[in-house]
């Protein structure tokens, strides 16, 4: 319903309005200008710094559709910021067309991340269950698709911590005690300390120890890459997205089970990430083991930091470098020991690392 002369537009009307105003525009916009070949591309750079750059008929046309495009996409992109704003003041009622539009706008690559922006400040459940659709959809961009993923996973995120906090009676643990005895998280080493004692060596020599596995690893582990997060997102490896899953659901060694391990795979796969393994059986094994890398990675590093290079923390960085696994920081325990001048002392400062 109309408003009254002189009286101020109501919630629901402006929010309706800018869904109409969103549907109109995406409903307008010209088709896509990707998939140009090389030579256009840099042609068109140029013209942005050359205004009166000679251009043919051809060339001209092209540029004017992609400046159309682009201009239909920021008109997209202005309406779902108001749309986001209108959520965040509870404005928002009809959620299902918002869920609509936004998934239309992703799907025509109009309106940036912005699309998937919406979905999430929708959250549970009707935001949610629109990005899991997007990340599954191979006709909606990649780094579209990326972005939902990241979102829909933090969107989740309650429902790892909420099965983190279960026991696991039950369950197969797949670390040794020793190792779930551990109180700090897989994903980072130790915390450094002024006084280590002589039982927290001991203790790092048990861990190194019980996660050596018995043979060589065909690959290294745990993986690196040295990108980082935001930046060069493009290049972001499948298994740093698991990470995603796995961190909240397991923070701690103690959680490290066959069961989540194979719950993981069937959310990784809702997320639609691009798994190694095809079989959540083949994915618990490789995440046990990465896991396992990890830990003795983070155990590793804080030995080197500590200056612990008695014989039995070399001989370990010489055994987890031959099975592959924790390379890097087993070669810098080495490298600190080799310029300490303490092959066989007991720390670079001498403080009590147990022989």
Known sequence: MACDEG?????????????????????????????WPEELEDLWDRAQEEPGLALTDEQRQHFAARRERWEASSEAQRLLWSLREAVRRGELRDVSRAVALAELGAHAGLGGYDNIWLLRDLGRPHGEQALARLVQDESVGESDRQEAREWLAKLRRPEYEARASRPTDGEELLLPKVVRDLTSGWAGGWEFEDEPTPERFAQARAVLEALLPDQRLALEEPPEWEGEWLEDAEDRPAWLEVQMVLIPLMPDARLVTRERLIWAWHECERLGIDLEDATPEAFAERWAARIAA??????????????????????????????????????????????????????????????
């Open 294 to 355: 990890n830990l003795a990675q983070g155990m590793l590093e804080w030995l080197w930091r500590e200056g612990c290079f008695a014989p039995w923390a070399q001989d370990l960085a010489i055994r987890y470098i031959d099975r592959n696994i924790a390379v890097t920081d087993a070669t810098r325990l080495l490298t600190e020991a080799a310029e300490a001048g303490s092959q066989w002392g007991p720390t670079a400062d001498g403080r009590p690392c147990p022989p």
């Open 7 to 35: 009286h101020a537009e109501a919630p629901d009307d402006r929010s309706a309005a800018l869904l109409g105003e969103l549907e109109a525009a995406i409903a307008a916009a010209p088709p896509g200008t990707s998939g």
